[in-house]
């Protein structure tokens, strides 16, 4: 993965109104699985990890992530309003691009698109980790990249334990004060979950918002249950109806429902 990121996945040229999707990539830093999706009406982009080839951490966690893909996005989008999201841990870089954005005099993101991103203490308390017999690599994957996949998944899933999660306004409270103007509004977020839960984990009862309801902020706006679990939801016979989904809950979003 080297070159131009984002990277251009779908290109809607009879549809040049619909607002453009950004997508982060998951834990495993990169984005083959975002070119298995069907038609998505609108122009779709990926953002790789820049730092995946040769190895090197994000000291900053996923904070730092966001600072520098909010740059990128803002140096190539060819719109104003934008829709962010990604997969697993790429949900929760869209959201705290979302924050950094929130007080951006140009870039207004319509919604976010969580795709499996789990609430970070539902995480911690359930003490969940990644077995490796669980992931679905795309076909033809060499073992070196398949082992440097494996290692960002395990740094990842470290990085959501600790992650802090961004601070919102309430949005009901009236507050005059002058430094209420700059705490933004949670951005309307449809979250995608996959059905079932991963083998290694059978017996693991799946929460139905993926315990994003213990948020204290109203983030989650609307749930789309995806047939597959956390590994398998790009797998060909799921992909379509994962497709629709994706492509509906980026319609309601851009359409402003919750707006």
């Known amino acids: 993965m080297q070159g131009e990121n984002p990277v251009v996945i779908q290109q809607e040229r009879l549809q040049a109104s619909s607002v453009p999707l950004f997508l982060i990539h998951d834990g495993g830093g990169t984005i083959t699985n975002y070119f298995a999706f069907g038609n998505l009406g609108r122009d779709l982009y990926g953002i790789y990890n820049p730092r995946f080839q040769d190895g090197q951490t994000w000291p900053g966690g996923i904070a730092e992530m966001a600072k520098e893909y909010a740059e990128m996005v803002k140096e190539m989008s060819p719109s104003k309003k934008i829709l962010l999201g990604g997969w697993s841990l790429?949900?929760?870089?869209?959201?705290?691009?979302?924050?950094?954005?929130?007080?951006?005099?140009?870039?207004?993101?319509?919604?976010?698109?969580?795709?499996?991103?789990?609430?970070?203490?539902?995480?911690?308390?359930?003490?969940?980790?990644?077995?490796?017999?669980?992931?679905?690599?795309?076909?033809?994957?060499?073992?070196?990249?398949?082992?440097?996949?494996?290692?960002?998944?395990?740094?990842?899933?470290d990085m959501?334990?600790?992650?802090?999660?961004?601070?919102?306004?309430?949005?009901?409270?009236?507050?005059?004060?002058?430094?209420?103007?700059?705490?933004?509004?949670?951005?309307?977020?449809?979250?995608?979950?996959?059905?079932?839960?991963?083998?290694?984990?059978?017996?693991?009862?799946?929460?139905?918002?993926?315990?994003?309801?213990?948020?204290?902020?109203?983030?989650?706006?609307?749930?789309?249950?995806?047939?597959?679990?956390?590994?398998s939801i790009f797998d060909t016979t799921n992909i379509d109806q994962f497709s629709s989904s994706l492509n509906e809950a980026c319609t309601l979003l851009e359409n402003g429902i919750w707006g």
């Open 160 to 231: 959501v334990k600790s992650y802090n999660l961004p601070i919102w306004s309430n949005g009901g409270e009236s507050d005059s004060s002058m430094d209420s103007i700059h705490i933004p509004t949670a951005p309307p977020t449809v979250l995608l979950r996959a059905k079932n839960p991963v083998p290694s984990r059978k017996s693991m009862v799946v929460p139905h918002m993926l315990g994003w309801d213990q948020y204290e902020y109203d983030l989650v706006k609307a749930v789309y249950e995806i047939p597959g679990h956390h590994f």
């Open 90 to 157: 790429g949900g929760f870089v869209a959201l705290q691009m979302a924050h950094i954005f929130a007080n951006d005099p140009i870039i207004k993101v319509e919604g976010l698109v969580m795709i499996e991103s789990i609430f970070p203490r539902t995480i911690t308390t359930a003490n969940i980790s990644i077995d490796k017999k669980d992931i679905n690599f795309p076909l033809g994957t060499p073992i070196k990249t398949r082992q440097r996949m494996i290692k960002s998944i395990i740094e990842a899933t």
